[in-house]
């Protein structure tokens, strides 16, 4: 599940009251605790390293706020070739080595019993982030750089990526068994103008993973992205990861056998248990023609019963399980 180390969970919110967001990802002792909670607590089949897709922006000299309620910020944006030449280019062991020493530490207690995921922002998406200086409703600063200085923005996107890399390889390297790349604002973009401004910072990353010796298996998360299909087809990645706003049949129909990952609609675990067993019967079978990996859309909202997160991961299993075997 997305965000399945969250506030949702009592356990979560017991070390937060201790701890403030950045001080939870920045101490590896409590960021490998909370990792581990939804493996313990509601049985998910994987542990998802607990960080924030927008630690290497901090890293590369952009200051990072966590203001409580009002989600992330960057008190100064980078909007201009200067603002880009202000980044640095980091040495990851030392800015982000907190997020390499949480990840040994997952790997060591979890001891084999479940895979450990690591991930990472697309640059896109962190770029979304780090030009508006925050969240944003419609991205008007990044849109407009990418209308008005494209060949700027590049260079922002390509920095990012190198960073990624650098960042991501680490993670492989402390023990990362698969990555996700998170792109929640790929879809701002029409089909066009994400091939030519998202996919070739992107396409970099996924390359330069894809080619190392002990690369591993890559997921790409779009949101909102169903008019992007047709491109992400194409994209050299193991896992295509879906929102819920699409059946998965019609995914399935534009991308072919490829392994899916998704897309029982976050909101839909606030339904009475009995509604999220059928609901999540129904994306099994929506997702057969190929491999299929359960998972919500989005990530899991703060107010969700725990209850019934440990409904969806139990039905999903006891699910699957039986489908494979009336397939076989
Ligand atoms: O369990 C997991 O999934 C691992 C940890 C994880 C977090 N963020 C922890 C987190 C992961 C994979 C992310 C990814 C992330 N972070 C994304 C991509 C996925 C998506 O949601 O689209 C994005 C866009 C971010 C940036 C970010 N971090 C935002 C916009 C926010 C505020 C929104 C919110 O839900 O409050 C965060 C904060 C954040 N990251 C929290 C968690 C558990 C909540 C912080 C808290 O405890 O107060």
């Given amino acids: 599940m997305m965000r399945q180390a969250g506030r949702y969970l009592p356990e979560y919110r017991a070390i937060r009251a201790k701890a403030d967001f950045l001080t939870l990802c920045k101490t590896p002792e409590l960021a490998a605790e909370v990792t581990i909670q939804p493996v313990r607590i509601v049985g998910v089949d994987a542990a998802i390293l607990f960080a924030d897709i927008l630690l290497p922006l901090e890293a590369m000299g952009a200051e990072l706020q ?13 909007r201009t070739r200067e603002d880009i030449a202000r980044l640095r280019t980091p040495d990851v062991e030392e800015s982000l080595g907190y997020v390499f020493a949480a990840m040994r530490l997952v ?5 084999g019993q479940v895979p450990v995921i690591g991930f990472g922002g697309t640059p896109w998406t962190l770029a979304a982030y780090l030009v508006e200086g925050g969240g944003s409703k419609h991205f008007e600063h990044l849109l407009a750089w990418s209308y008005t200085d494209p060949e700027g923005l590049a260079v922002l996107l390509d920095r990012i990526a190198d960073t990624s890399i650098a960042y991501l390889r680490g993670q492989i390297a402390a023990g990362a068994q698969a990555l996700q790349l998170f792109d ?4 701002v973009l029409d089909l066009q103008r994400w ?5 070739p910072p992107l396409r970099k990353i996924v390359d330069a993973l894809r080619a190392l010796p002990d690369a591993v298996p890559l997921i790409y998360y779009v949101n909102g992205g169903n008019h992007l299909l047709e491109g992400m087809k194409e994209l050299p990645v193991d896992v295509l990861s879906v929102d819920w706003r ?4 019609t995914v399935r129909a534009a991308v072919g056998s490829r392994t899916l990952q998704g ?3 976050p909101a839909a675990l606030l339904a009475p248990i009995p509604e999220i067993e059928r609901r999540v019967a129904a994306v099994i079978a929506e997702g057969k023609g190929g491999g299929h990996i359960v998972n919500l859309g989005h990530g899991i909202l703060p107010m969700t019963p725990v209850d019934h997160a440990k409904a969806f991961v139990e039905a999903a299993k006891r699910l699957s399980t039986k489908s494979e075997a009336t397939s076989e």
Avoid at 107 to 111: T, V
Avoid at 246 to 249: D, F, I, K, M, V
């Fill in 66 to 78: 966590f203001v409580k309620g009002d989600g992330p910020s960057f008190p100064h944006p980078v």
């Fill in 107 to 111: 790997r060591r207690e979890l001891a």
């Fill in 184 to 187: 929640t604002w790929g879809g």
């Fill in 195 to 199: 091939r030519s401004l998202a996919l």
């Fill in 246 to 249: 699409q059946p998965l049949s």
């Fill in 263 to 265: 897309n029982f609609d």
